[in-house]
């Protein structure tokens, strides 16, 4: 892990400030820590878009990461790009092109020259089209760049003592919604406490898939014997969100399951 960690600062060479799009995941957190250790407090900053379909818990998370590792942190308000409210197969690039040219010019604003983001090596694949929107506008991906997985990403942040090293991935709330289909913020709010509720419960790597009033809960492997066992309860709870029908996916948790 001393050379994955040698390979991320090698890359870092030559900043002199750096702004960092950070959701408070495990990429955006490992890499602000890093860049925190090579250029120090003063010259980089932490950049959180606030969009209308984030969990809302991520940006409370962010704010408590940044203030643990002493770095400036502002949140960037952004409003629906266009087109999203149909949540098109394409959302990840006009969201990733809308959200990172704000964070672009809020970085200018305020005057670090360079924005950084925490993809890494394993994000380079068809499910990750946002990556296309990142490199037409010129960000830079430290991870990407010096070859850094999911995997690593996790041991180095495990070695440095950060409390996100095994944190679940994360996605927006759209993903949990089928292709062109119009939503509206009081169906992603019922889906998010949906999440929060199964969380709450101790399951961890949790997905509230919508199909308009039947909820499919895609939970970890090793959990679904325990799901149910819960039944009654989750049923019981999930309803209580909205959702007529509940539904237990076989699968379990599949990133991306809503592509089809």
């Known amino acids: ?55 809302r818990q991520e940006i409370g998370d962010a704010v408590g990461l940044t203030s643990k590792l002493g770095v400036r942190h502002e949140l960037v308000e952004m409003p629906m790009p266009e087109g999203m409210e149909v949540n098109p197969p394409d959302r990840c ?26 993809s890494n090596a394993d994000d380079g694949d068809e ?59 009081e169906q992603l709010q019922r889906i998010e406490e949906a999440e929060r509720f199964l969380t709450e419960l101790g399951y961890t790597w949790v997905r509230v898939r919508c199909h308009g009033n039947l909820a499919r809960i895609e939970v970890a492997p090793v959990q679904r014997e325990r799901l149910l066992a819960d039944a009654g309860a989750v049923i019981e709870g999930i309803q209580r969100f909205g959702f007529r029908h509940v539904a237990m996916d076989l699968a379990g ?3 991306g399951s809503m592509a089809d």
């Open 127 to 185: 499910q990750r089209p946002g990556l296309r929107a990142l490199r037409e506008l010129g960000i830079r991906s430290p991870f990407i760049e010096a070859g850094i997985d999911k995997a690593a990403v996790r041991a180095i942040a495990r070695d440095m003592d950060l409390p996100t090293w095994h944190k679940p991935t994360n996605a927006c709330l759209l993903t949990r919604l089928a292709f062109n289909v119009r939503f509206s913020m």
């Open 1 to 55: 892990m001393e050379r994955d960690h040698g390979a991320i600062i090698d890359r870092l060479e030559g900043l002199e400030t750096a702004a960092v799009a950070f959701s408070g995941g495990a990429d955006s957190t490992l890499l602000l820590a890093l860049v925190r250790e090579r250029l120090g407090s003063d010259r980089v900053i932490a950049l959180t878009a606030v969009t209308p379909y984030m969990v």
């Open 93 to 118: 690039f006009r969201c990733k092109r809308a959200m990172y040219t704000r964070l672009l010019n809020s970085a200018a604003e305020l005057g670090f020259e360079t924005l950084l983001d925490g």
């Open 253 to 255: 948790y599949q990133s």
